[in-house]
Antibody, heavy 111, light 108 residues
């Protein structure tokens, strides 16, 4: 099971950290990703991290502003989002191997 | 970046009919790296097909996928009421892991 938290209303230029608590498996042992969906729009892949953490990928739209990480002790995945823009407004899903998905966390960037 | 184009944008069919959804890639994609998802309103995506033709856990056998190179297809036989939703294809063979824009399957 995957449970996201941390979604909120934030002003443009602000920061937010999303968390994804996992149960039933270890985040350190599998490929984890973040995918987002703007209101009324399609799915957009955001970032992925390999099991060993040696490989991290970002979409061009978030590279340099977002950071994916995980805490093995807490069995959780994170997405640190800085310099937020209105176009980052979306529901953010964490996913294990794209086969298991959380329920999503809503991030709204607006003044 | 591999661009995935899905067609049609909207497909209107009746329960019991067969749906054929297309996903075309801008360059060759490994058939082992194509997935299909179903998304119902207000819900997270659900993995239907991975590796182009393998059904996900618990997915009914009326869902099938096929394709290679740049052309991939999702077929849903004998549509059930719960099948009317939005469907996305995705390639996860090379970063960025792009999605198609989606096909909405609606009741005729």
């Amino acid at each position: 099971q995957l449970v996201e938290s941390g979604g909120d209303l934030v002003q443009p230029g602000g920061s937010l950290r999303l968390s994804c608590a996992a149960s039933g498996f270890t985040v350190s042992g599998t490929y984890m990703s973040w995918v987002r969906q703007a209101p009324g729009k399609g799915l957009e892949w955001v970032s992925s991290i390999s099991p060993g953490g040696e490989t991290i990928y970002y979409a061009d739209s978030v590279r340099g502003r977002f950071t994916i990480s995980r805490d093995n002790a807490k069995n959780s995945l994170y997405l640190q989002m800085n310099s937020l823009r209105a176009e980052d407004t979306a529901v953010y899903y964490c996913t294990r191997l794209f086969s298991h998905w959380g329920q999503g966390a809503l991030v709204t960037v607006s003044s | 970046e591999i661009v995935l184009t899905q067609s049609p944008g909207t497909l209107s069919l009746s329960p019991g009919e067969r749906a054929t959804l297309s996903c075309r890639a801008s360059q060759t994609v490994s058939s082992s790296s194509i997935a299909w998802y179903q998304q119902r309103p207000g819900q997270a995506p659900r993995l239907l097909i991975y590796g182009s033709a393998n059904r996900g856990t618990g997915i009914p056998d009326r869902f099938s996928g096929r394709g290679s190179g740049t052309d991939f297809t999702l077929t849903i036989n004998s549509l059930e009421p719960e099948d009317f939703a939005v469907y996305y294809c995705q390639q996860y063979g090379s970063s960025p892991y792009t999605f198609g824009q989606g096909t909405k399957l609606e009741i005729k």
